[in-house]
Nanobody
């Protein structure tokens, strides 16, 4: 059973940067596609970014394209979300999620992921 543990959230000023990490334990993430989602207070959970199991393709929501970068280090069982040029509207709880590779990857559909972390809070002050 793969468990996901997020870290790296915190409080940052607008324009600043944070890097989130999603660690898989105890098993490897090597055969899993991974996505990041976020949920702001009073809003629906939304897709942020995703990466194929191989790292060969990445996907982004329009709202973060050019500012956020998703990457993975399979040797470390970790997926990262580098967030630059942060805005107050990026404030949310960020979740990583995973789904085993092998079928079509509906990366924006949260219901297609079957492993979720507990979330990490990101707060961007203006």
């Amino acid at each position: 059973q793969v468990q996901l543990i997020e870290s790296g959230g915190g409080l940052v000023q607008a324009g600043g940067s944070l890097r989130l990490s999603c660690l898989a334990s105890p098993r490897t993430l090597n055969n899993y596609h991974v996505g990041w989602f976020r949920q702001a207070p009073g809003k629906e959970q939304e897709f942020v970014a995703a990466v194929l199991w191989s790292g060969s393709r990445t996907y982004y929501a329009d709202s973060v394209k050019g500012r956020f970068t998703i990457s993975r280090d399979n040797a470390k069982n970790t997926v990262y979300l580098q967030m630059n040029s942060l805005k107050p509207e990026d404030t949310a709880v960020y979740y990583c999620a995973a789904v085993r590779s092998g079928e079509t990857f509906y990366y924006t559909d949260k219901y297609k992921y079957d492993r979720w972390g507990q979330g990490t809070q990101v707060t961007v002050s203006s």
